[in-house]
């Protein structure tokens, strides 16, 4: 057996090379050939394996780890930190996002399947060498959704006019609506109203309700067919089991399969949240809004300094609550990370002009800003909850 240690592993296509004392030029390693649940080598890991000599080259087989590596998927991960929970035991694992290697804070989202080194301290079970493995939506990992965008402009024919190109300077490519798509399916699967059947040729499919309707206010669904295409040994990225068909009304002759009608997801457990509650207090955190936030600003913003900036906000959120005051409209509601928050309207140089979003949570008796978004984040956050007929963010 030899030992050595790992140069490099392309996660996505899962083979690397290792390098030992006597094969300084490395040996071709395959995923498939790690022994244990976890696959994915860390760059400078020590590995113990043999040698298998082959036309290609030399190549390790029986690749055991040095450090234990377990496999499991992030779970409530929001403000930067979150919790791993381990497939086989269900153990959770604390996450802070500067134990991810190889990817940025913004790319770390929940449901993210991941490797990571268990380790225990005065604090608890941590999640350390964390390696990203999956980084697709659950859209993208539960069906293949072939030309997405012919889909896209076909879902927008179909539904009622909005803007579904708020962010973009590509009219047509749909930004908005591939979004709420992604996040919609999302809160589906959490709730399981994804609805399978089979027909009497033994044809197997499934369906979501999108929660968008036509100009006839009738209800708009996703069709899936089982997926012919089988996983590859080869492949550790595992391939879709469905497949998209088309978005279509409930007349559709597939619908006469399904016992009951998909319903569409909910996202409110109590109305009152909806509603921003002017007697109610707001603390703005404006050291970890320009601190840690920063980057969100845009650039001739942040140009000004941090007092002045501090400044021009705590101005901006003044204006924001007197404008909520006069419309309680103004507070728009939005959704993310399971929770509802409520957008400001922020105007940082031009009282006329709103630049960014204050987003404003509820915590006990009173309100809590802790960030601010663009305004495209904004405008898809609060798409999930209901269309934007009016206010501040189609202006």
């Keep these: 057996?030899?030992?050595?240690?790992?140069?490099?592993?392309?996660?996505?296509?899962?083979?690397?090379?290792?390098?030992?004392?006597d094969i300084p030029h490395g040996v071709f390693v395959h995923f498939s050939d790690v022994i244990g649940e976890a696959k994915i080598l860390v760059e400078n890991e020590l590995v113990e394996f043999s040698v298998k000599e082959t036309k290609k080259g030399p190549k390790a087989c029986q690749v055991s780890r040095i450090t234990d590596r377990l496999k499991g998927t992030i779970k409530n991960f929001n403000k930067g930190y979150g919790f791993v929970e381990e497939y086989e035991s269900g153990t959770k694992y604390f996450?802070?996002?500067s134990d991810v290697q190889g990817n940025?804070?913004?790319?770390?989202?929940?449901?993210?399947?991941?490797e990571f080194s268990p380790f225990e301290s005065e604090k608890g079970l941590q999640a350390k060498e964390v390696v990203i493995i999956d980084t697709r939506?659950?859209?993208?990992?539960?069906?293949?959704?072939?030309?997405?965008?012919q889909h896209l402009e076909s879902l927008a024919q179909l539904a009622q006019p909005e803007n579904w190109d708020y962010i973009?300077?590509?009219?047509?490519?749909?930004?908005?609506?591939?979004?709420?798509?992604?996040?919609?399916?999302k809160r589906l699967e959490e709730e399981d109203k994804i609805e399978y059947t089979t027909s009497p040729d033994g044809k197997e499919y499934a369906c979501f309700n999108t929660g968008l309707v036509t100009e006839k206010q009738e209800d708009i669904f996703a069709y899936f067919v089982r997926s012919r295409r089988?996983?590859?040994p080869g492949s550790y990225i595992k391939f879709p089991k469905w497949t998209l068909r088309k978005f279509e009304r409930e007349s559709y002759r597939v619908m006469s399969y399904f016992s009951q009608q998909p319903q569409i997801a909910n996202y409110i457990s109590d109305p009152t949240h909806l509603v921003y509650d002017s007697s109610k207090r707001l603390i703005p955190d404006y050291e970890h809004i320009i601190d840690d936030r920063e980057k969100r600003f845009p650039e001739e913003f942040r140009q000004w300094g941090k007092q002045e900036l501090i400044a021009r906000l705590r101005n901006a959120i003044?204006?924001?609550?007197?404008?909520?005051?006069?419309?309680?409209?103004?507070a728009i509601p939005q959704y993310y990370?399971?929770?509802?928050?409520?957008?400001?309207?922020?105007?940082?140089e031009i009282p006329s002009r709103i630049d960014m979003a204050l987003v404003v949570a509820k915590e006990h008796e009173i309100y809590r800003a802790n960030t601010v978004i663009p305004l495209d984040w904004a405008y898809q956050n609060a798409r999930l909850l209901a269309p934007h007929d009016r206010g501040w963010l189609r202006e």
């Excluded at 057996?1 to 004392?21: A, L, P």
């Excluded at 940025?104 to 991941?114: D, L, P």
């Excluded at 973009?168 to 399916?185: E, K, M």
């Design 137 to 149: 939506f659950p859209l993208e990992k539960f069906a293949n959704l072939g030309k997405l965008q």
């Design 337 to 348: 990370e399971g929770n509802i928050q409520l957008l400001l309207p922020l105007c940082l």
């Design 104 to 114: 940025g804070f913004k790319r770390i989202e929940s449901e993210f399947e991941v």
């Design 230 to 232: 089988k996983n590859s």
């Design 318 to 330: 003044s204006l924001a609550e007197k404008r909520v005051m006069r419309n309680y409209k103004t």
């Design 95 to 97: 996450l802070h996002h």
């Design 168 to 185: 973009s300077q590509q009219t047509g490519s749909y930004p908005v609506l591939r979004n709420y798509l992604r996040q919609t399916f």
């Design 1 to 21: 057996m030899e030992i050595g240690i790992v140069s490099f592993f392309n996660v996505e296509r899962g083979f690397g090379r290792i390098k030992t004392q």
